[in-house]
């Protein structure tokens, strides 16, 4: 366990480092919302999804919805260190006519369940995916990654009244709380609080972890598989541009750019070829 | 003129059939070969009528109650999934209220999602200017990987359910609540590829689909007894559309007029002056709303106030050709 966990860490510091690499790569983008979903990402890619990198387009395999979809480069990155295609693809980020736009795309890349990028859509197409999934009577699970801005969304709380209706257990949902969107602070723009109390008035199993300990987030997960009869919620408490000092819990890192000298000291904090 | 007999046939109801009674029944027929067809619902089961289809496939018939963003993201998953799912709602929320998701969710990820809106155009009816969709058709044909198809009758609803069941990609299908049993003659065959050419004629022509067909099938006779030669296209499938036979069409008369219950800018109207102008030197003339909204009215009010009626296609069609002659 131990082991497991170690490599977990491991694998989230270098994903976290690649993904960075990537984003600057690609001329600046959205490294907030990226940062703050790198061991979200971790874990279920590299520890309780089920999915084969040889087999991308198995049946009976987990399915991801990145509901956040801006935080695109972060997914390519996983799906590259896991194996999917080569980590020198990322190059090609944001470049025109690439298979690695910003927003992810999931007719130009395998290992891509669902395109999205327009927020607030993820969790009715999981609810769709979780229902078949059911009637097939298949013991696969839909994962679905939100972000806490695009709570705001009527659409997401159609789905959740959805999923508690049809009882998708099968599906968990993991709420990347940063507690920033665009404009401020979610608190500010439009309060989502008390956000636990509200999964649960929609009839969901809701639990907490902390979004930047992959112990915290296995443990939520795979308590999470066992419900039910009702999907599960686990709002993640991170940080936005987690690992940047200068841009942690900062909105206007949302999406930006960086300097030279930013670069370094980036790559410098998350000890890079250490 | 005929209008008196096309008022009491639609009032009564005997040769207009409500479309859901089709919708229900050939989709419940397909799913019992089909393992994979769904229905999703948005609480208008009574508009489309796939009660028979939940009491027959309970596990197939999803309903996310007022709720149509949800109800496209829901079809798309169960089509992430390889099924087929045949997503039903009023044209005009699905068209307007769904609108980006059926952009991105459908349409961008090119999922094989079926859209129906059902109670479309002027079948409305009473329900006014918040319900009668008149745009439905415009936004779906700007789409990419999107397939638009408008039947005119009952049979041609059923052909067309069949063909969306077995095609993969979306696919919008515009159903009014309200069709002729049986408009045309048993030859004609639904073809995706090909418009139908009802009527060959010289001297101008006229194009149209959906409950349109209907009124324009009833022209012929008047332009006839006007000594108008008039060449009837009914064109099911908007998009992609038969380029061929407008064009031929444009080429042979000189002159089309176009007939929709639907905005003419971006509607058919729009879809063949862009094809004709792009291509050849032809006169438009676009029957259909203008800038307008849909009207507290019946079918027969609504149709004749908006000039989808005989004697505004014949003349329209005389107006055409003193045009066509000067030019």
Redesign the interface.
């Known amino acids: 366990m131990e082991d497991k966990i170690t490599e977990l860490k491991n694998t989230a510091r270098q994903l976290r480092i690649n993904t960075l690499k990537a984003i600057t790569n690609a001329g600046g983008g959205h490294y907030g919302g990226s940062l703050s979903t790198i061991e979200i990402l971790t874990v279920l890619y590299f520890d309780v999804m089920k999915v084969s990198p040889k087999k991308p387009d198995d049946y009976d395999r987990d399915r991801l919805v990145l509901s956040k979809g801006h935080a695109g480069p972060v997914l390519y990155t996983a799906l590259a260190m896991r194996g999917y295609f080569p980590l020198s693809d990322l190059k090609d980020l944001d470049k025109p006519l690439s298979n690695f736009p910003k927003h992810v795309d999931r007719l130009k890349l395998k290992g891509i369940d669902v395109s999205t990028g327009a927020l607030g859509q993820g969790l009715s197409i999981a609810c769709g995916m979780a229902i078949s999934l059911k009637q097939q009577k298949k013991g696969n699970f839909v994962y679905v990654v939100l972000g806490d801005g695009e709570l705001n969304s009527g659409q997401i709380w159609e789905a959740a009244m959805a999923a508690s209706k049809y009882g998708l257990d099968n599906i968990i949902a993991i709420v990347d709380r940063n507690k920033l969107q665009i404009d401020g602070l979610t608190e500010d723009i439009m309060p989502l609080e008390p956000l636990k109390d509200k999964w649960a008035a929609f009839g969901w199993d809701v639990s907490e972890a902390d979004g930047h300990d992959v112990a915290s987030l296995r443990d939520a997960i795979y308590a999470a598989q066992k419900s039910n009869g009702k999907p599960s919620v686990i709002i993640v408490k991170t940080i936005k541009g987690c690992g940047i000092s200068f841009m942690e819990g900062k909105c206007q890192w949302h999406s930006g750019n960086i300097d030279e000298n930013q670069y370094k000291k980036c790559l410098q904090e998350l000890g890079d070829g250490i | 003129m005929p209008s008196g007999a096309r008022r009491r046939y639609i009032e009564m109801n005997t040769e207009f059939k409500q479309c859901a009674a089709t919708y229900g029944t050939v989709l419940t027929e397909l799913a019992k070969d089909n393992p994979d067809i ?1 229905v999703v619902e948005a609480d208008l089961m009574k508009a489309s009528g796939t009660r028979t289809f939940m009491e027959a496939f309970p ?2 018939h ?1 309903n ?2 007022v ?1 149509e ?2 109800l ?12 087929i ?1 045949f997503a039903c709602t009023m044209a005009n929320f699905i068209s307007q209220r769904a609108c ?2 059926v ?3 459908v349409a ?3 999922f094989n999602v079926k859209l129906v809106g059902c109670y479309a155009g002027l079948s409305q009816e009473k329900n006014g200017a918040t319900h009668i969709s008149i745009m439905d058709i415009a936004i779906m044909r700007c789409l990419p990987n999107m397939k638009v198809i408008v039947p005119s009758d009952h049979r041609e609803l059923a052909d067309v359910l069949d063909f969306a069941s077995k095609d993969t990609g979306p696919l919008y299908l515009r159903m009014p609540r309200v069709l002729p049993e049986k408009l045309f003659d048993s030859s004609y065959k639904f073809s995706f590829d090909k418009g139908y050419q009802i009527n060959a004629g010289s001297d101008l022509t006229i194009i149209s689909n959906g409950i349109s067909s209907y009124v324009t099938v009833e022209a012929l006779d008047e332009l006839k007894k006007e000594n108008i030669d008039a060449r009837l296209i009914h064109l099911p499938v908007v998009k992609p559309v038969d380029t061929d036979l407008i064009l031929k069409a444009a080429i042979e008369t000189g002159a089309i007029i176009t007939v929709e219950d639907h905005s003419v800018y971006g509607g058919l109207g729009g879809l063949v002056s862009e094809i004709v102008s792009e291509n050849r030197s032809a006169m438009v003339a676009r029957i259909g709303l203008k800038d307008m909204f849909g009207l507290t009215a019946n079918l027969d009010f609504q149709l004749n106030y908006f000039g989808i009626s005989v004697e505004n296609i014949v003349k329209t069609a005389k107006n055409i050709l003193i045009k066509k002659k000067n030019t």
């Open positions: 769904f596990d197939r999803i996310v109650g709720a963003q949800n496209v993201g829901i079809a798309a998953g169960l089509a992430a999934m390889d099924r799912p980006d998701q952009t991105i969710s961008l990820n090119k």
